[in-house]
């Protein structure tokens, strides 16, 4: 029987069945190539009593964290950007300063912390995965190499800001994760935590977001309830661009702040859209299917047309994509990527080749398929000369 990992009440409504697919974050080495490749359901769950969609647990975190993890944050100008913003404006909105304390869990390679650091604030970084652990300490930042929970929380020096940026959705034990942000903050301090949200994941049919690091997708009503058994209150909540929409959740220790209307308004679109409820997702599967049969109609018609498609961006939803639509490397020669870590590795289940970005002048492609679709703005600008297009939420072509 599988159980929810928040109320632990037996989950039975499944929203949808992407087949199984390989981690998404597994990039193969030419000597893998032809060794065997372990699959894992990717079935996506809806609880019915505290709203919270999930994936079962198939595979434990330090199994998909592993110490060569591929994904480097800084690699995304945007995503830098929007983290030199965020300490602007926390710094000044907070008052932080040298007698101030930060952490932020899930640092990576510093993409954030190195703008903290850099105003002589103190701060630390826990990420568990070694390699981007190596290039934060590399800006001179303080890391701790290891997952975070209750436990480790004790340990530490207690914070005034505590930061999580779009790691809550990779915790398997999600309460105990949120009891250590508790444990962690002051009693006059503050946390941040961003994560995609499921009101959008749904609006514009993001199946590719869903794959097995992300074990949970949350609503603002379903965080709230964790967030509540460990006596933290969201006081706030702003909307962002980020990641095809994302929330950023304001916590405080509970009874301490007055709760900013915009809690109200975000819980009351989620409530219009019964995103806690099966209602909510009845048309999602359909929408999907569309999406999968579109985007291999365009690959096969370009390929009839002697037309070069590569794709730009090996992220990891794109081997959700590129796996449940069954897209190898006949209908996608290759892949180009701006991070080392994953150039001259194939992508995992459909084993295309992923080659270093200067590829794309090399080979002249007609178009390019962006697999990360949310940092299409980005894209554009750095890509101006060339078609590309974007699958989700819907086919469409940038000329």
């Known amino acids: ?167 809550i959705a990779h915790v398997s034990d999600i309460n105990d994760f949120v009891k250590g942000i508790s444990i962690l903050l002051k009693k006059d301090g503050l946390a941040s935590i961003e994560f995609p949200h499921i009101f959008n994941l749904i609006k514009y049919n993001q199946f590719d977001t869903i794959y097995h690091e992300h074990y949970s997708y949350l609503s603002l009503e379903s965080f709230q309830k964790i967030a509540l058994k460990s006596n933290l209150e969201i006081v706030n909540v702003e909307q962002l661009e980020t990641h095809g929409g994302s929330l950023r959740v304001w916590l405080s220790h509970k009874n301490r702040l007055s709760i900013n209307k915009n809690v109200k308004n975000i819980l009351e679109l989620e409530k219009e859209h019964k995103i806690t409820k099966p209602e909510g997702y009845k048309s999602f599967t359909e929408n999907v299917v569309k999406i999968k049969h579109n985007l291999i109609k365009y690959l096969i018609k370009a390929k009839e047309d002697n037309k070069l498609v590569i794709g730009y961006g090996a992220a990891a939803k794109g081997n959700t994509l590129l796996n449940y639509s069954g897209i190898k490397a006949d209908l996608l020669n290759f892949i180009v990527d701006k991070a080392k870590s994953k150039q001259g590795m194939f992508m995992p289940g459909s084993h295309i080749p992923i080659y270093d970005i200067k590829a794309i002048k090399e080979h002249q492609p007609d178009t390019l398929l962006v697999l990360p679709w949310n940092l299409i703005k980005e894209i554009q600008t750095q890509q101006s000369n060339y078609k590309l297009v974007t699958a989700i939420p819907n086919l469409k072509i940038y000329e």
């Open 1 to 167: 029987m599988i159980k929810c990992r928040h109320c632990s009440e037996k989950l039975e409504y499944q929203i949808i069945d992407l087949g199984n697919q390989p981690p998404s974050n597994n990039y193969l080495a030419p000597t893998q190539l032809h060794k065997q490749e372990i699959t894992y359901p990717l079935v996506l769950f809806l609880c019915k009593k505290c709203g919270l969609v999930q994936l079962p647990e198939t595979l434990k975190p330090k199994e998909l964290f592993t110490a060569n993890y591929a994904y480097f944050s800084s690699t995304s100008d945007s995503w830098c950007k929007h983290a030199k913003e965020f300490v602007e404006q926390s710094v000044k909105e907070l008052s932080l300063n040298k007698n101030s304390y930060v952490v932020e869990i899930a640092s990576n390679d510093g993409y954030l912390l190195q703008y903290i650091h850099k105003k002589g604030i103190p701060c630390l970084g826990i990420e568990p995965t070694s390699a981007t652990a190596k290039e934060a300490k590399n800006k001179g930042i303080d890391t701790i190499e290891k997952f975070f929970g209750s436990n480790l929380a004790s340990s530490l020096k207690k914070a005034d800001l505590v930061i999580a940026n779009n790691v």
